[in-house]
């Protein structure tokens, strides 16, 4: 199966965008925990994310608050399911790690709701920057904290919050 790919601007930086041709499969930022860089054998085509980089530029606009495109994310059952329950936080609000563990059926698995979250491969859409640590703290986040902080502030302020500036 080929992997498309393409780059695209954001506040936030950079963006690598990947598919299979029918769905998303990742969102990266640069110099993100577990992201990746291009590949050999990914072939470059922007005509591929048309929507998505539209829908991406509508969200950083303010303009849009819930994504709707074919998304197939890599990744175990378990972390499946965290991914999906990420979706469900709405825009503009936060879930502690424990809120998240609780929702999917026991306290304990907070640990691992974290590192599920850490590897979610489509970042922004599947909106991983909406956990926190259960005292309202921001906890790690791959594309940074200081990322995780502009988004958070873009959807309080429902999209007038500025560039976000590289450190």
Known sequence: MTTFYCHTPSPIGELLLTGDGTSLTRIYMRKQKYGCDVKPGWEQDESQFGEARRQLDAYFAGDLKQFDLPLAPAGTEFQQSVWRALVEIPYGETRSYGELARQLGSPKLNRAVGTANGRNPISIIIPCHRVIGADGSLTGYGGG?????????????????????LF
Do not use: C, I
């Not at 904290?145 to 500036?165: D, I």
């Open 145 to 165: 904290v200081e990322r995780k902080r502009w988004l958070l502030a873009h959807e309080a302020s429902n999209g007038e919050y500025g560039q976000f500036e």
